[in-house]
């Protein structure tokens, strides 16, 4: 869990994910279409992956991932991601984060 | 019918009825009837018929659906059919004499085989040889006794008495011509009598099977509602779910059609804003209602959904993850709404552009998916030595690709909420007024889609 909060801090835009991950491949994709540079953490490939995932969960992501932290702030679903992209408010929040300009 | 082949009646003479012997039949109808008789009639009782002659044909047309003995002269096929309706009775057609219309010569009350062929067997009354053999021809004249005035209720137990051969060889030339005509008139009643009947029958039997398909329907559609939004039940509902989201469909189609409709009449009757946002919200929320049955029938048949096999053709064929696509709407609806205020073509411009790359996203995600399906199945050995191999491997493979087919469902999810967002925000950027005429536009757009689907398939096909 600290790790997460750690890394979640870390940029202005955090992505958990998996390799195997489809739905993660969509939003990473999403966000580079919006002229983000998110830190992208993998956790089938990294050796604590386990215990990070674990702590998504318990953050009541399910499935636990894509789990996506905008200024350090999680946002809870693809789904939320989808309908604050919608209605706008997307990107104002990246900007707020300092995760894109212009 | 092989009885016709076997009933070999001995009793007259072997006039043979090669070839076709104008035979009466009678057909006791049932079997049963004769209780105690052996099946095969060989010799059975004849009693003249000779009375069955033609009025038998006649009389019995009303009858004939009724009663369970119709007798019948007639050379040729009818015997055929009517074998065919004597379901093995063992009713040998008996040779029909001279058919004189009225009289039947049943006798009542006495169970007794009718039917003797005259002579042998008959394969094929085909050519009514009617000349030849009229076996009977006479005993028509003995036998006129009761029953004359039956209408025929050649009732089961009645048996009709073959007349023996004796007379045959009565008269044949002079009526022979007309003889043939009336029974060929016979024959051709008869057989569409039979014909009537059997039609009736299918219909019937296809009523019943439709009220039952409708009861099962009924169920399945009720049971399918219940199996998928109780989530997970492994119950291979797959079926039920398909099936009851295509019925919820199309009553949610005509309920939309109904509020459109309604809503039409408002705009154009120009209502009060009020009244309009009334019934604009209750569209938009009815489209929150098929956003929510999609998601539970989703759950029940991923593929089903995708497959847009509930949509018409040409919805089908321009369908994006199993609905339609929000930036292309929007794009029809910027021309069609003007005029739209500075703030209000930005937004919707902006809106435009979200879901593009919203879709963009989720398209791409779908492509990875497709991939990485693919790499996992081919992953190991395909070919010849295929997986005799590995079955542990075999089995590894097929469990990653159904975790991959699982993750399907999310990706319809977010599509299906790409276009209900769409709409909300549609409706929160424009005036109630506008967000109607948008309704509407639409509505109309996939209505003309829908029409043009009818169209194609009922187009002419050289």
């Given at each position: 869990?600290?790790?997460?909060?750690?890394?979640?801090?870390?940029?202005?835009?955090?992505?958990?994910?998996?390799?195997?991950?489809?739905?993660?491949?969509?939003?990473?994709?999403?966000?580079?279409?919006?002229?983000?540079?998110?830190?992208?953490?993998?956790?089938?490939?990294?050796?604590?992956?386990?215990?990070?995932?674990?702590?998504?969960?318990?953050?009541?992501?399910?499935?636990?991932?894509?789990?996506?932290?905008?200024?350090?702030?999680?946002?809870?679903?693809?789904?939320?991601?989808?309908?604050?992209?919608?209605?706008?408010?997307?990107?104002?929040?990246?900007?707020?984060?300092?995760?894109?300009?212009? | 019918?092989?009885?016709?082949?076997?009933?070999?009646?001995?009793?007259?003479?072997?006039?043979?009825?090669?070839?076709?012997?104008?035979?009466?039949?009678?057909?006791?109808?049932?079997?049963?009837?004769?209780?105690?008789?052996?099946?095969?009639?060989?010799?059975?009782?004849?009693?003249?018929?000779?009375?069955?002659?033609?009025?038998?044909?006649?009389?019995?047309?009303?009858?004939?659906?009724?009663?369970?003995?119709?007798?019948?002269?007639?050379?040729?096929?009818?015997?055929?059919?009517?074998?065919?309706?004597?379901?093995?009775?063992?009713?040998?057609?008996?040779?029909?004499?001279?058919?004189?219309?009225?009289?039947?010569?049943?006798?009542?009350?006495?169970?007794?085989?009718?039917?003797?062929?005259?002579?042998?067997?008959?394969?094929?009354?085909?050519?009514?040889?009617?000349?030849?053999?009229?076996?009977?021809?006479?005993?028509?004249?003995?036998?006129?006794?009761?029953?004359?005035?039956?209408?025929?209720?050649?009732?089961?137990?009645?048996?009709?008495?073959?007349?023996?051969?004796?007379?045959?060889?009565?008269?044949?030339?002079?009526?022979?011509?007309?003889?043939?005509?009336?029974?060929?008139?016979?024959?051709?009643?008869?057989?569409?009598?039979?014909?009537?009947?059997?039609?009736?029958?299918?219909?019937?039997?296809?009523?019943?099977?439709?009220?039952?398909?409708?009861?099962?329907?009924?169920?399945?559609?009720?049971?399918?509602?219940?199996?998928?939004?109780?989530?997970?039940?492994?119950?291979?509902?797959?079926?039920?779910?398909?099936?009851?989201?295509?019925?919820?469909?199309?009553?949610?189609?005509?309920?939309?059609?109904?509020?459109?409709?309604?809503?039409?009449?408002?705009?154009?009757?120009?209502?009060?804003?009020?009244?309009?946002?009334?019934?604009?919200?209750?569209?938009?929320?009815?489209?929150?209602?098929?956003?929510?049955?999609?998601?539970?029938?989703?759950?029940?048949?991923?593929?089903?959904?995708?497959?847009?096999?509930?949509?018409?053709?040409?919805?089908?064929?321009?369908?994006?993850?199993?609905?339609?696509?929000?930036s292309e709407l929007l794009k029809l609806l910027?021309?069609?709404?003007?005029?739209?205020?500075?703030?209000?073509?930005?937004?919707?411009?902006?809106?435009q552009q979200s879901s593009q790359q919203a879709?963009?996203?989720?398209?791409?995600?779908?492509?990875?998916?497709?991939?990485?399906?693919?790499?996992?199945?081919?992953?190991?050995?395909?070919?010849?030595?295929?997986?005799?191999?590995?079955?542990?491997?075999?089995?590894?493979?097929?469990?990653?690709?159904?975790?991959?087919?699982?993750?399907?469902?999310?990706?319809?999810?977010?599509?299906?909420?790409?276009?209900?967002?769409?709409?909300?925000?549609?409706?929160?950027?424009?005036?109630?007024?506008?967000?109607?005429?948008?309704?509407?536009?639409?509505?109309?757009?996939?209505?003309?889609?829908?029409?043009?689907?009818?169209?194609?398939?009922?187009?002419?096909?050289?």
């Amino acid at each position: 869990m600290d790790r997460v909060s750690r890394l979640a801090q870390q940029k202005a835009v955090v992505i958990f994910s998996k390799t195997t991950c489809c739905m993660c491949h969509a939003i990473k994709t999403l966000f580079y279409e919006l002229g983000v540079s998110p830190a992208i953490h993998e956790l089938d490939e990294d050796p604590r992956g386990r215990e990070m995932e674990r702590a998504l969960l318990s953050l009541g992501f399910s499935p636990s991932v894509p789990a996506v932290f905008i200024g350090g702030r999680l946002v809870d679903s693809t789904n939320t991601i989808m309908s604050l992209h919608l209605n706008g408010s997307l990107v104002p929040m990246l900007k707020a984060a300092g995760a894109i300009w212009l | 019918m092989g009885s016709k082949a076997e009933r070999r009646i001995g009793t007259e003479d072997d006039k043979d009825a090669v070839g076709g012997m104008p035979s009466f039949v009678s057909p006791l109808s049932v079997s049963t009837q004769f209780g105690t008789e052996e099946n095969h009639f060989n010799s059975s009782q004849v009693s003249d018929f000779a009375a069955l002659e033609q009025s038998i044909g006649f009389g019995i047309e009303d009858s004939i659906d009724h009663s369970t003995n119709t007798v019948i002269t007639s050379n040729k096929s009818v015997e055929q059919a009517f074998n065919k309706s004597l379901d093995s009775s063992n009713i040998t057609p008996i040779s029909p004499t001279r058919v004189r219309p009225q009289k039947l010569p049943t006798e009542r009350g006495q169970r007794q085989n009718l039917v003797s062929l005259p002579s042998g067997q008959f394969e094929n009354w085909g050519e009514s040889k009617m000349a030849d053999a009229s076996p009977m021809t006479d005993t028509s004249t003995d036998v006129d006794t009761d029953e004359k005035n039956q209408r025929f209720d050649i009732v089961p137990s009645t048996g009709m008495a073959a007349s023996d051969s004796s007379d045959r060889s009565k008269d044949k030339t002079g009526d022979q011509k007309t003889l043939r005509r009336l029974a060929q008139n016979r024959e051709a009643a008869r057989k569409s009598r039979l014909r009537k009947k059997a039609y009736v029958q299918q219909l019937e039997s296809s009523r019943l099977k439709l009220t039952q398909l409708e009861q099962e329907l009924q169920r399945a559609r009720q049971q399918g509602i219940f199996i998928s939004s109780s989530g997970d039940q492994a119950h291979s509902m797959s079926g039920n779910g398909a099936l009851a989201f295509d019925i919820e469909y199309a009553r949610w189609l005509e309920e939309h059609n109904r509020q459109i409709n309604e809503l039409r009449a408002a705009v154009n009757s120009h209502a009060s804003d009020n009244e309009l946002r009334g019934i604009v919200d209750g569209v938009i929320s009815h489209y929150d209602e098929i956003f929510r049955l999609k998601g539970i029938a989703a759950k029940a048949d991923v593929f089903h959904m995708l497959s847009g096999m509930w949509k018409t053709p040409a919805e089908r064929c321009f369908m994006w993850l199993g609905g339609f696509r929000s930036s292309e709407l929007l794009k029809l609806l910027v021309n069609q709404l003007e005029p739209l205020t500075e703030q209000q073509l930005v937004g919707i411009c902006n809106l435009q552009q979200s879901s593009q790359q919203a879709e963009d996203a989720l398209s791409q995600g779908m492509e990875a998916l497709q991939q990485s399906l693919a790499e996992t199945l081919a992953s190991g050995s395909l070919g010849p030595s295929g997986s005799s191999g590995n079955v542990a491997n075999y089995m590894g493979q097929m469990a990653m690709a159904m975790g991959k087919l699982g993750t399907l469902e999310g990706f319809l999810r977010q599509a299906d909420n790409l276009r209900q967002q769409t709409l909300q925000q549609m409706h929160r950027i424009l005036t109630t007024r506008q967000s109607a005429r948008a309704l509407l536009a639409i509505h109309d757009y996939f209505s003309r889609l829908r029409a043009l689907s009818s169209l194609w398939l009922a187009r002419p096909k050289e």
